[in-house]
């Protein structure tokens, strides 16, 4: 099956299209596929191939070059080690033996560790550095952290083309060349930020500054379509990356016997009563990616557990770690929750936070079903959310 999408003269998307994957990284969930985008530039003078695909997909790249009678491969811009764009690599660089790398001192040190690159088919470019395909010129800007340390993007004045890899991409299988739904669009690329952009956040934004003076017309991502009007997905990352957060609460819980239950659908009526938008996610099976993309701009997070041996529901765990782990800019923390005789949970999930930024707010643990007061407490708690929201201005 051919992918072939000719973009313009001389620019071809020759990537591959993920339609049946469901996770990635073996964690995270893919509900629309992928697809892993390479494409082809071809200059007066000389050709050069943006990223490759995942391994599993070789055969189609090479497929596609074959279509396009591609004989001769100058450069191989790698933007990212990582194998679902550089997987390809070694079998591109023995089908097209002239074929040179081109990618940060960084990435010529992973792509050699990961992949088994020869040191002599790579070569490093500087930060602002520029290599000519004749008509066309590649601009390389380095632009770290987005994923991994060694990413850059590429930047072509001529045609005002960026091609930028995992950044700005989105999770979605799609013949779609170009951006057509951005609602759908907007949803996928938040949940790729969410899940492995957001603890790079305040780095992202240096990297926003840096592309700021260009005239872009088009930005080429690796994952989904391509964005013909970049000021969408440009100004949709500078507002995740910005410090402001909303007048919200993200309740991820989970109840084995309903006590904790009750509390949350208890504490959901108060903060809903009081003005303050809640998204509310049973952990029993909950799409953590959704999870992710509402920890990307809420103020203020509670977490709804039961205790398991003494801590907190597994569920819970795995919940606080991922916050931890992806470190969003919320500001305000609490836990609410149930046990049986004796509980460490509140400690033991408040010492897993230690990399947010957060003013804890008094827990309400109940023992065993929930009590008038214990439902006055979520009130009090729900009275302190507005306080603090009110407080840092999220509402009147
Ligand atoms: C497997 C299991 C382990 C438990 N371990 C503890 C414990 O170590 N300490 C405790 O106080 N309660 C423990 N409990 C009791 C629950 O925390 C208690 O029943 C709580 O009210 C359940 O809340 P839920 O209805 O929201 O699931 C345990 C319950 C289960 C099922």
Redo the contacts with the bound molecule.
Sequence with gaps: MSTVRKIQSGYYAVGAIDWDRRLFDELIPLPDGTSYNAYLVQGSEKTALMDTVDPAMTHVLLQNLEQLQVKKIDYVVTHHAEQDHSGALPRILEEYPEAIVVCTSKCRDMIIDLLAIPEDRIRTVDDGETLSLGDKTMQFIHTPWVHWPETMVTYIPEDRMLFTCDFFGSHLATSDLYVTDEGIVYEAAKRYYAEIMMPFRKIIQKNLAKLQPLDIRLIAPSHGPMYDKPEFIVNAYKDWVSDAVKNEVVLPY????????K?VEHFVGALITRGIGVKQFNLADADIGKLAIALVDTATIVLG???????P?PKAVYAAYLANALRPKVRFASVI???????KMVEQIAGMLSNLQIQVLEPVV????PKSEDFQALDRLADQIAAKHREIGLFM
């Design positions: 989970v109840s084995m016997h309903e006590s904790t239950r509390m557990t039961p205790t398991v041996q003494v801590g529901h929750g149930s046990y049986g005789w004796s509980t109940a023992k065993g079903l």
